[in-house]
């Protein structure tokens, strides 16, 4: 069905909260906090998870979530997505559930995301026949990146206690998302991707976060063949992103960088 949009609420809630602080002076400030609310996920009546976040785009989050988990097949199975922060949570309805629900929630996977992530039933088993193909890059096309993204980081700059994620295309930033939890903020992507028809094969996904398996495994399911990372990699990530013919580039600031895998495809500039 094309151009198929489900019916969604449009709920997100202010982000930034103030306090006041003693300096090490023992002047008092105001400062800015980050917001956080918790956020159950309903699918067709049956509570799939919480999941702590700033409640900025609490649909797409909830979107993105439910595909990444392959809780929800397409975007046509799902009827609507409503939020109600009075209850906090989020009511999802769709057409038809899927057949093997209760087989896929029976197998949870406690991840390293913060605040203990989820991956539920077999997708660490899905990815042993999927490639990728990463994209040629260079020293110069990743400052680019880096250089565009400088404006972003909004919250982080007012308060801190976030991770933010984009969506690049060039040195074009097309969204850019900020959440307590990065799996939150890849999710959300995932989500708008997924809402806006969006392909990730000509795109690079950014990361302010360490690129765990958990990250490396959704931005596969997003076709994204590139990530780059302020942070670092584990040894998971690491191997299933090399299995999967994705390029990591981590620990990324300024005009360093490290290049984990898709050595071949990086161009060295004389």
């Known amino acids: 069905m094309a151009n198929y949009r489900p019916f969604m609420s449009d709920e997100g ?3 930034l909260h103030t306090t006041i602080v003693l300096d090490e002076h023992g002047e008092q400030r105001e400062i800015s906090l980050t917001g956080e609310r918790p956020l159950t996920i309903y699918l067709d009546k049956r509570e799939i998870v919480t999941l702590m976040t700033l409640g900025a785009q609490p649909e797409l989050l909830t979107l993105g979530y439910l595909r990444n988990q392959g809780l929800v097949d397409t975007l046509t199975d799902i009827a609507s997505i ?3 922060w009075d209850v906090d949570s989020v009511a999802v309805t769709t057409h038809q559930s899927k057949d093997n629900l209760d087989q896929l929630m029976s197998r949870r996977t406690v991840t390293s995301g913060c605040g203990q992530g ?5 997708l660490l088993d899905s990815f042993e026949t999927l490639q990728l193909q ?10 680019q990146v880096l250089e565009a993204l400088s404006d972003y980081n909004q919250m982080y700059k007012q308060a801190g206690a976030v991770h933010g994620c984009a969506l690049c295309r060039g040195n074009n930033i097309d969204i850019f998302i900020e959440d307590v939890g990065r799996h939150n903020a890849v999710d959300a992507i995932s989500g708008w991707m997924w ?6 094969d000509d795109k690079v996904f950014y990361t302010t976060g360490r690129l765990t398996s958990e990250m490396v495994i959704k931005v596969a399911q ?3 063949p590139l990530l780059l990372s302020r942070s670092g ?10 299995q999967i013919g994705i390029g990591m580039i981590a620990r990324a600031k300024g005009k360093h960088f490290l290049v984990y895998s ?3 495809q990086f161009m060295v500039q004389s």
């Not at 989820?118 to 077999?122: D, I, K, L, S, Y």
């Not at 809402?195 to 990730?200: N, V």
């Not at 998971?236 to 992103?241: C, E, K, V």
């Open 13 to 15: 809630i202010h982000q």
């Open 134 to 143: 990463c994209p040629e890059f260079s020293a110069e096309s990743i400052y």
């Open 118 to 122: 989820t991956m539920f039933g077999n």
């Open 222 to 224: 997003m076709k994204i």
């Open 195 to 200: 809402l806006e028809d969006i392909d990730g």
């Open 82 to 84: 409503q939020v109600d």
């Open 262 to 264: 898709g050595n071949e």
């Open 233 to 242: 990699v584990t040894e998971m990530g690491l191997r299933i992103a090399k």
